[in-house]
């Protein structure tokens, strides 16, 4: 069975600062990576994807993450956040046959301070 | 692209009672999934359709829910009889389903589900 740890349930940074939110997982078939971000009271919005390919992968709002399969870890960058940027983001995995559900992990609550 | 829409926003009921919800998926899109969020947890899938068939539900999934896709558009979840464990966050999401590799899911916005 798939799972995702997210290490840090609460991570506090000052704006502009850099920020790495951290991701694991667990699979014995190869997985495909999201990470989604969720304001309140809203639904998750898809931040980037791993599928297949370049290991370093771009999203919106300026974040980035790297797959590293050895380390099974998709950890998730921005190097300069915004007070816009304060919100829950979610790790998530799905693997090859699984219809494509999605196992997420418990979140990280960002929290951007000036 | 209009998104995924679902209805209510919020509901709350008395113990007991019945509730149903409604998601409404992009327009292409042949897959929908239904997901359960409680306060500082993670969504947790309950089960997916691939247009109009019930592909897989989860173990969470008792038989006290019960979810429907005719034809293939919009979706249902029902809940009979709820519980105080029932209360909850229901997220509908949808997804393309043909090609090579996993397409992503687009979220609505939720349903939340109080129990009085």
């Known amino acids: 069975a798939q799972s995702v740890t997210q290490l840090d349930s609460q991570v506090p940074v000052f704006e502009e600062a850099p920020v790495e939110l951290r991701c694991n997982y667990s699979s014995s078939v190869s997985v495909y990576l999201f990470w989604y971000v969720q304001y309140p009271n809203q639904g998750l919005q898809l931040l980037l994807k791993?599928?297949?390919?370049?290991?370093l992968v771009k999203g919106i709002n300026g974040f980035e993450a790297e797959f590293n399969k050895s380390q099974t870890s998709f950890h998730l960058r921005k190097p300069s956040v915004h007070i816009s940027d304060t919100a829950e983001y979610f790790c998530a995995v799905s693997f090859t046959g699984g219809g494509n559900k999605l196992t997420f992990g418990t979140g990280t609550q960002l929290k951007v301070e000036l | 692209d209009t998104g995924v829409s679902q209805n209510p926003r919020h509901k709350i009921t008395k113990r007991g009672q019945n509730v149903t919800f409604r998601c409404d998926p992009i327009s292409e899109h042949n897959r929908l999934y239904w997901y359960r969020q409680t306060l500082g947890q993670g969504p947790e899938f309950l089960t997916y359709f691939q247009n109009e068939a019930q592909l897989e539900k989860s173990r969470l999934l008792s038989d006290r829910f019960s979810a429907e896709r005719p034809k293939g558009s919009f979706s249902t979840l029902e809940i009979q009889r709820t519980e105080q464990g029932d209360s909850a966050m229901y997220l509908c999401?949808?997804?393309?389903?043909?090609?090579?590799?996993?397409?992503?899911?687009?979220f609505g916005d939720g349903t939340r589900l109080s129990i009085l």
């Open positions: 791993y599928l297949s390919g370049s290991t």
């Open positions: 999401a949808s997804s393309s389903g043909t090609g090579v590799g996993n397409q992503p899911q687009h």
